[in-house]
């Protein structure tokens, strides 16, 4: 309504052409010129022909004067004087009289010879004409300008006077001649001036209507067609400027166009992005796998997925494409096409790591590449068999002993390097979830999140202390705990990376732990009361201490560091036996506690039987993996030849035997640990020494 | 100190005797099964362990002696531990399954019972 008022308004207004404008404006300052300017020259052209006239009048009677006074001297000097008279007045027809008196004032020429002896009787209403510069010698009256001259002889002598007479009329004549000329001049000039002043408009104010119309075109979106306006005025110049403006308006234009069809694009891509992803959670037995997924301020290069498997399995896999935009977004569906076309032939992740490796080599763009992480939870044994493509570390969360165990990739990116060396470098591992415990996978959005100001990243730190935490509170609000921080990390700056995460493992809160405590012999309770890492530091003040890993020869390290020892309570036999003892128990951790996991370590320490502490002479061990007692399993019956021909579980009963006290505690916070109280000179069941 | 397995294989009049040298823990219990199922596959009957530069066997170790002696009792054979030394012994006897083995000083005595008496 509005604007149909305004267009309405518009129509209705006038609008007076700017040529016409500047036109009429021009002729009236030139009528006004031309009327100002002939005025002034009337009024001074009068004057100056008045006092030309004077002068001349004058000068004539001066003339006249001079000649008349040798002939006033004659006898009769009418006879002279007349006929000169006569010839003035006949070639000025203009002098009204001119008359030559003696010293009597008695007319001795005139034109008029009947009036010679008469005494001159001057035309009524002379005046002297005030501030003249013939002062004196010229009176004026309504019809007449007069001059008179006194005849003087050469001896000063005055001898009569000459009068001339000049007819008004006739200045009047000349001066309206003249100011009629005057006039033509001026409307010439007038007539000239207007129309060369609205040709010059017109000429000048063309580019005006070019201007017009050319703004009009940009109005009605012709941004294309250029005024090209050939002047070199200032209107030339500023269509030029407004061509410009169109030209930039209309690359603007453009930009905008191609922005809002990118923004478009990225609206559909980040759609068909996240709903490549799974929005709810994805429970198998008592596992359950939900992930979360928070895109950037533009379509990133995350994805994860969590689907079941057959039989029975949770597969579970997540992969970060370098590079975002449509690039990042096309390698992701592409990837989340191959996986879900190819994880149900696969039983092992680095075999699919493998096939994923396979086909996108020689299939990404210089540059881009892809970490991925593959997991394969089964269930029934609890057991999470993952391989990884230099993926962020995968992070296991045992909240009940306080750990979080971290998982490194040693496989390479997907899709980067020729395919034998990548496909070597892609190996399984397999870790155990008991209840409560959380493996967590994500791409480095979230450790990387720069903080707001400072750009220091959230770190790996913060989130293992989130994870440590998060003791029976469920996917869910673990997955927020996470998002909370990061958020709260980043404060108000746009996400600059994709923040992606994905849980899996079994929910519940474990406030007791299974129970796994043993004590053989009289060990009574050494360790159970442990509550804390300090507790356990305070327990082995003093004691010798040792750091096992797994890929450095446990038994070997074991009985070099004990020989080192040297122990004098024990014999050379003894040291011997407890060192197998020692090995079987950490070879059990490492291969059933920690399932081969490279990085595992195990913390053993050794209080001297000569020392005071309450420990004295026992040696204890502490591992941070699955509880694995050494009494969960039955003595094989030897007895069985078939129990022998499988040649398994000697370890346990070695350990048994070879003890004389043993307790094992899993304790929260803490770990699983086992205080050995060797056996010194232990004998054969028929109580005989078998050497000596 | 890290120490090394290895596995001298020497074939004898009637029998193979396969020397061990270094500590039997799990990885080299493996390799020993391997050789000894190789040994059998082949043919052999009469296996002789030599010991005598065995100082630690582990519960792998045992399994081992154990799996190939009721292999070698079952084909007919027999798997002869020789120069067994005090500690692994020791280990055999408290575990008790020495009774299950063949256990003799040296090879030589392996050599004399297997040699006709003339």
């Known amino acids: 309504m509005d604007q149909q008022t305004q267009d309405h308004g518009k129509q209705q207004r006038r609008v007076f052409s700017l040529s016409w404008v500047f036109s009429l404006a021009v002729a ?33 009677a001066r003339n006249l004067a001079h000649v008349s006074a040798d002939a006033l001297l004659d006898e009769f000097p009418e006879l002279s004087l007349m006929p000169m008279v006569q010839q003035i007045q006949e070639d000025r027809p203009e002098l009204a009289f001119v008359v030559v008196l003696d010293h009597e004032g008695r007319i001795q020429g005139h034109a008029d010879p009947r009036q010679f002896g008469q005494v001159f009787v001057e035309p009524a209403g002379l005046a002297s004409v005030a501030g003249s510069a013939h002062d004196g010698n010229l009176r004026t009256s309504p019809d007449l300008i007069v001059a008179s001259v006194a005849v003087q002889h050469r001896d000063g002598q005055e001898l009569g006077m000459v009068l001339v007479g000049l ?63 050939q002047d070199r005025t200032e209107l030339g110049m500023l269509a030029e400027t407004v061509d410009e403006m169109a030209a930039r308006i209309k690359a603007s234009q453009t930009l905008m166009l191609e922005k809002n069809r990118l923004d478009h694009e990225m609206d559909l891509a980040h759609s068909i992005q996240v709903s490549l992803m799974p929005d709810r959670q994805i429970a198998c037995g008592r596992f359950a796998a939900e992930g979360l997924y928070q895109a950037a301020s533009e379509v990133g290069g995350d994805y994860f997925d969590a689907f079941e498997l057959p039989g029975d399995k949770l597969g579970v896999f997540m992969a970060d494409v370098a590079g975002k935009g449509l690039g990042g977004c096309l390698v992701t569906s ?45 269930p029934d044994r609890g057991r999470l068999t993952f391989a990884s493509a230099a993926h962020c570390p995968l992070l296991l969360a045992r909240p009940a002993m306080g750990v979080v165990e971290e998982y490194r990739s040693e496989g390479v990116p997907l899709g980067i390097i020729p395919h034998a060396i990548a496909a070597s470098s892609y190996h399984d591992t397999t870790v155990l979830l008991g209840p409560g415990d959380l493996a967590l996978l994500y791409t480095d959005g979230l450790t990387e999140a720069p903080r707001c100001g400072d750009g ?64 053989s012999g009289n060990a009574g309770n050494l360790i159970g009361d442990l509550k804390s890492e300090d507790e356990l530091t305070q327990l082995t003040e003093g004691a010798m201490h040792l750091q096992v890993s797994a890929r450095s020869g446990g038994s070997e390290q074991i009985g070099d560091w004990m020989k080192a020892l040297m122990d004098a309570s024990l014999g050379e036999r003894d040291l011997g036996l407890l060192e197998l003892a020692l090995s079987e128990h950490i070879n059990n951790v490492f291969e059933h506690g920690y399932l081969g996991r490279p990085g595992a370590e195990v913390d053993l320490w050794w209080y001297p039987a000569t020392s005071e502490h309450a420990l ?33 579980g000697l370890g346990w009963a070695l350990i048994r035997t070879l003890t004389e006290q043993l307790e094992y505690r899993t304790l929260l916070n803490i770990g699983n640990v086992c205080a050995i109280k060797p056996a010194v000179d232990v004998r054969t069941p028929e109580e005989e020494p078998l050497h000596v | ?46 296996l002789v362990l030599d010991l005598r530069a065995v100082p630690f066997v582990a519960s792998s170790g045992l399994g081992t002696f154990l799996y190939v002696n009721e292999m070698m009792k079952e084909l007919g054979g027999r798997m002869v531990l020789a120069g067994v030394q005090p500690l692994v012994q020791d280990v055999l006897s408290l575990m008790n399954i020495d009774r299950f083995l063949n256990i003799v000083e040296d090879v030589d005595q392996v050599r004399r019972e297997l040699t006709p008496a003339t």
């Open chain 2, 1 to 46: 100190m890290s120490e090394t397995f290895f596995i001298t294989d020497g074939a004898q009049d009637g029998f193979t005797v396969l020397s061990l040298t270094g500590r039997l823990g799990a990885d080299a219990a493996t390799d020993l099964r391997e050789t000894c199922m190789d040994r059998i596959e082949a043919g052999e009957r009469t």
């Open chain 1, 334 to 378: 592409m990837l989340a096409a191959l996986v879900k076309a190819r994880r149900d032939r696969y039983d092992s992740p680095a075999e699919l790591l493998t096939a994923l490796d396979r086909d996108l080599n020689g299939s990404l763009s210089p540059g881009v590449f892809v970490t991925a992480i593959y997991g394969i939870l089964d």
């Open chain 1, 616 to 648: 004295a002479g026992w040696v204890m061990v502490r591992d941070r993996g699955r509880s694995c007692p050494p009494a969960s399993v039955e003595v094989p019956d030897l007895e069985n030849s078939d129990v022998r021909k499988r040649g398994r």
């Open chain 1, 167 to 229: 007819r008004r009329s006739y200045v009047d004549d000349v001066v309206s001649r003249s100011r009629k000329a005057l006039m033509m001049v001026s409307a010439i000039l007038l007539v000239v001036g207007v129309f060369g002043a609205g040709a010059l408009m017109h000429v000048m104010l063309r580019p005006v209507s070019v201007l017009k119309a050319g703004i009009a075109r940009i109005g009605q979106g012709d941004l294309e067609t250029p005024m090209n306006l």
């Open chain 1, 28 to 60: 009236a300052l030139v009528v006004a010129a031309v009327i100002g300017v002939g005025s002034v020259a009337q009024q001074h052209l009068r004057n100056s022909l008045h006092r030309e006239v004077e002068t001349r009048l004058v000068l004539e």
């Open chain 1, 456 to 519: 220091e990243e959230f770190g790996q730190a913060r989130v293992e202390e989130i994870l440590r935490r998060a003791n029976g509170q469920g996917h869910g609000p673990v997955l927020e705990s996470l998002q909370a921080a990061v958020t709260g990390w980043q404060g108000h700056e746009s996400r600059f990376d994709d923040l992606t995460l994905l849980l899996v493992g079994c929910p519940g809160h474990v406030s007791k732990l299974p129970e796994t405590s043993q004590v």
